[in-house]
């Protein structure tokens, strides 16, 4: 009688256990037209990354409305650049292989499963860095700021780079201090700075995305970045060099 009890006590601190585990990686405050395609791990991945993504907001000044944020997260095997957007936007990369992509049109947010062999490809760097789990959990927050972001703009036609200047800084910002530090360090300053606001432009972030992030997140770290920097992006003060203009 005492191992049979023994026995119903250890299954039940088990079940309890396993229990216990679900519940937090489910417990978590997600908008409620914000859906997750995924596992359990993912779903706490996106909670995550989620609420790294309103702290970066909210440190500048911005709130975030749940009630606007509608869309979709999930993870595939493969995501691949289409030409164009949902809108018809032709995407100037069409059948490169990345990490997330958010579709503005859609609010469809596309991550590549962590478990793929290709995320921790050793060619498959990130900032010049090789995989860890919080550099890959950054391209969530990275991809959700995209997300969160479009709700403060005051004007429809906004473009691509500002948006990716906005999402980089977020990215680093989140990041660990020791972290930040070894992505800062593996991107020279003289390399890796802005040496003028016109360089926050598509052809610079399609050049070398990776080094505009860095970039970008200089920049916004300095006196001229911020909430200074936000607030004239979204009011349309700052606006990126529109190449489309050019003949």
Not at 66 to 72: D, M, S, Y
Not at 84 to 96: E, M, Q, R, W
Not at 134 to 148: A, K, N
Not at 194 to 201: A, D, R
Request: net charge positive; charged share 20%.
């Amino acid at each position: 009688k005492v191992m049979v009890m023994n026995l119903v006590v250890k299954t039940s601190v088990v079940a309890v256990s396993w229990l216990v585990g679900m519940c937090s990686a489910w417990a978590c405050t997600l908008p409620e037209r914000l859906n997750v395609v995924g596992n359990a791990q993912q779903h706490e991945q996106v909670c995550a990354a989620y609420g790294r993504a309103v702290n970066f907001f909210e440190r500048y000044g911005y709130t975030i409305d749940p009630a606007k944020v509608v869309g979709q997260v999930s993870f595939a095997n493969k995501v691949i650049l289409p030409a164009a957007d949902s809108k018809g936007n032709p995407t100037f990369s069409s059948g490169v292989r990345v990490l997330g992509l958010f579709d503005r049109g859609s609010g469809v947010l596309q991550v590549t499963d962590e478990r793929e062999r290709w995320v921790k490809h050793k060619k498959r760097t990130y900032f010049k860095l090789q995989y860890t789990p919080s550099l890959y959990e950054s391209v969530l927050v990275h991809e959700l700021v995209h997300m969160l972001s479009k709700q403060f703009y005051r004007y429809s036609d906004y473009g691509h780079a500002q948006e990716e200047y906005i999402a980089y800084a977020a990215q680093i910002e989140s990041l660990s201090i020791k972290e930040r530090d070894r992505v800062l360090k593996a991107c020279d300053f003289t390399k890796c700075t802005f040496s003028s606001e016109v360089n926050i432009n598509d052809l610079v972030h399609f050049g070398n995305p990776h080094r505009f992030g860095v970039m970008s997140y200089r920049h916004f770290s300095s006196p001229e970045g911020g909430r200074v920097m936000l607030e004239r992006i979204y009011s349309g003060d700052f606006k990126p060099v529109d190449f489309s203009q050019f003949p």
